[in-house]
């Protein structure tokens, strides 16, 4: 018996982006499933069998994603080989841990984690090594979490100096939340504070913004959007973001 | 004028935990500059020239990362197209900052930094989904940082109810910073707290142990073991650690 259903990180977007681990998962299963905006992200190669025609796909919208996870548990306990497709990594406000907790219902089903390069190491690549020190990773979408929770977690954060990286800063429903975080920031750390925003990276349109704390404060931001806040040691050096780990000539 | 430094993240070990992009620049790269036991991790094809002979490689050991740094960059100026590897992510405490820092030195260099999947994640997807939610990241090494902003980090992060991940949790020079570590975290948080080690992650002797808060402070570890210690809603559930984000059924 061999009921696999694989759980997928893909990535910032662009294909170079996935690990080769990644992509012969892909490459080998015949049934896809995912937000249609990430299965859209995939090269051709990979969404179709090897005679051209199209894999199978699974594919439903945002707030969909019981029903999404139920049909991928459900596809691979009927012997296909699925994959579950996630953008950055399926661990990091991903599909991993709904899947999981659904498999009692499909007991011989086996789950895989294919683990990705999320949104925070890749948007601190392009900004230089903002995450060199210790760091803290926060989502502003108040949608499953009370909002009090996360304004407790950010000023935790910045009382103990971690460089802080925010992940769906905003959205359609949700405007004036960076602003709102950047505010509640600022009672802590000073208004020169370095930050720095990246827009759909590994993806077209991608954009980078770099400047302080309180300058963020009205800059636009989606969710597609990354929010990086330095911590005491990190600098704006020459256009990148560099915090300093404290080596020493000696 | 073409003088690059790539610092590639090669991500845990195993070669198919690293990205495609990373592999291709190791591919073209005539210079290969790392920690030995990083070089040694990588295939023989990338460490190879097209005539099968081997590239030249700056190798240098633990506390040479000046110096290390300063030969990849030299090599770059010379011309060279150069590869700093690092273990998993370049920018979590990798070279990433300082080889940026340096810069400065070689004018003429520009540095790309290639993100890779860094312990946090690849430990998280053999465990489950234990990072499905907000998280903060912290080393136990005082080697560059004093042991009291350590210990006020993991404070915080236990008060925040962070998911926490702790890096470098002992090393030869030192040893009982797992067990001092969750002492403290215990004044916060109950003995129950799920908790789990992984070692040496895709590489030969990856071990997973998976137990409470109370029982982990007797475990075992090294430079190579990754610590998770759950937030209030993480479970232990058949072998996985999984933490709920908050779905339910409409």
């Not at 294909?15 to 998962?25: N, V």
Request: glycine share 10%; with cysteine.
């Amino acid at each position: 018996m061999d009921k696999k259903l694989y759980i997928v990180g893909i990535g910032p977007g662009k294909p170079e982006g996935m690990t080769i681990e990644a992509k012969r998962i892909l490459e080998e299963s015949d049934v896809l499933a995912g937000y249609p905006v990430y299965l859209e992200l995939l090269p051709q190669e990979l969404r179709s069998r090897r005679d051209g025609t199209p894999k199978q796909e699974i594919r439903s919208g945002m707030t969909k994603e019981i029903e999404r996870c139920r049909l991928a548990l459900s596809a691979a306990a009927e012997g296909h080989k699925v994959s579950l497709v996630c953008s950055g990594d399926p661990g990091v406000y991903g599909m991993a841990g709904l899947a999981l907790s659904l498999k009692q219902e499909f007991p011989e089903v086996e789950i895989r984690v294919i683990p990705g390069v999320t949104a925070a190491l890749s948007g601190a690549a392009l900004l230089g090594a903002p995450l060199i020190h210790d760091f803290a990773v926060i989502s502003l979408s108040d949608r499953l979490t009370p909002w009090e929770k996360i304004e407790a977690r950010l000023k935790h954060a910045a009382e103990a100096d971690f460089v802080i990286v925010l992940y769906n800063p905003e959205s359609k429903g949700r405007s004036g939340y960076l602003a709102r975080a950047c505010s509640l920031l600022l009672t802590v750390l000073e208004p020169e504070r370095p930050a720095a925003l990246v827009h759909k990276i590994g993806r077209e349109g991608e954009a980078v913004w770099t400047g302080t704390l309180e300058e963020m404060q009205d800059q636009p931001a989606d969710m597609f959007t990354t929010v990086f806040i330095g911590n005491s040691n990190t600098a704006l050096l020459d256009g990148s973001m560099i915090t300093d780990r404290g080596y020493r000539e000696k």
